[in-house]
């Protein structure tokens, strides 16, 4: 019996295993898209494994896999950040039972809760970071 596939709430992606965060890795490095056999090229497992890895990495939706030929190019769906985002969101919130920034922010306070003055400063805060950008 095949066991299911741990997500990553909110954004319903599907967790990846340390070797296939790898694979992810060099198809990170590469939004335009990169050639299977480069990335065979870049690992030292067995041909079949490297397959393999790459074919589950796009059975989780993380990228679209468009054939060239003998081989695949690999471009991924989703960015780093946006992995690590949901990988970071499901952690905190199975782990510690953090489930919003204020919870973090209360957490590294040592407490469970934020005053009104230390929530609206947070708030003022996390503008001024998406300004930035």
């Not at 065979?40 to 074919?55: M, P, R």
């Not at 952690?91 to 929530?119: N, V």
């Amino acid at each position: 019996m095949k066991t299911p596939q741990k997500t990553l709430e909110p954004l319903g992606i599907k967790k990846l295993s340390k070797t296939e965060l790898e694979f992810m890795e060099v198809i990170w490095a590469h939004p335009q898209g990169i050639r299977s056999e480069d990335i065979y090229a870049k690992f030292s497992q067995a041909l079949g494994t490297k397959s393999t890895i790459l074919h589950r990495i796009s059975g989780k939706g993380l990228v679209t896999a468009v054939r060239d030929g003998r081989h695949h190019i690999y471009m991924p769906k989703i960015s780093r950040e946006e992995y690590m985002q949901a990988f970071f969101q499901e952690k905190l919130s199975r782990e510690f039972g953090i489930t919003s920034f204020e919870g973090l922010a209360a957490a590294f306070c040592g407490r469970t809760k934020l005053r009104p003055e230390e929530k609206e400063r947070i708030g003022k805060l996390l503008e001024e970071l998406k300004d930035d950008d």
